[in-house]
């Protein structure tokens, strides 16, 4: 049976990435966009993948989500959604991007515990760093910081049921929100992040690496 994967945030840029990268190498792949209303790359794979509208602020399409996958084992989840924050109370940005990835995981988790790899890798960022002081004063910077440090509190109990767990930084990547500017390319980021996941065992859980496979100081 190959290997499957639940993509979170997969309509564009890192997430669109990870799914054609998966998809070369012939997973299962069940990607997640916010509004499936309106047409975009992913859709044209519809054929090929399984694509679920989620909006990860909400209960009610995270429980349609699980009716939907049922008891489908997930040997990985990579979290990817998130937000900038233009436009948005702190309260919401601190929702998506600190503690939607939290709850998902754990709503997903009886399915990645079915698996034989049982991964999970969430998107971060190197702005949510507190190397030793407080928490970054920009509010994506402290949202990324408190995703961080949930994952920090989160990731033991994970550890102790087999689940092997990590972090990523995947660079200043040209996308939507990285810009045109961005030295890094997403394939090149998500290419560097799979291998990484590739090799990942549970005594990598709960580091925070970079999508060069380097340690990243947090």
Request: charged fraction near 20%; hydrophobic fraction near 35%; glycine fraction near 8%.
């Amino acid at each position: 049976m190959a290997n499957s994967v639940v993509i979170i945030g997969a309509n564009r840029g890192i997430g669109l990435g990870f799914v054609k990268h998966y998809l070369k190498h012939e997973w299962v792949i069940h990607a997640t966009k916010r509004d499936r209303s309106k047409s975009t790359e992913l859709d044209a794979l519809s054929n090929k993948i399984q694509i679920y509208s989620l909006d990860v602020q909400s209960i009610e399409q995270l429980s349609i989500l699980k009716s939907k996958i049922k008891d489908t084992p997930v040997d990985l989840l990579i979290h990817n959604a998130g937000t900038y924050g233009t436009g948005l109370k702190e309260e919401q940005v601190i929702d998506i991007n600190s503690e939607a990835p939290i709850k998902l995981a754990n709503a997903l988790m009886p399915n990645i515990l079915k698996s034989k790899t049982k991964k999970v890798a969430i998107l971060t960022s190197q702005m949510g760093a507190r190397n030793g002081g407080p928490a970054p004063t920009g509010l994506y910077g402290k949202s990324k910081c408190y995703l961080n440090d949930n994952f920090r509190a989160i990731e033991p109990e994970w550890r102790s049921k087999g689940i092997t767990s990590v972090l990523f930084h995947p660079g200043w990547v040209a996308t939507d929100m990285g810009g045109t500017n961005a030295p890094i390319s997403v394939e090149d980021s998500v290419e560097g992040m799979k291998s990484v996941i590739d090799n990942l065992t549970i005594r990598d859980s709960g580091k925070f690496y970079t999508w060069k496979g380097d340690i990243h100081p947090w």
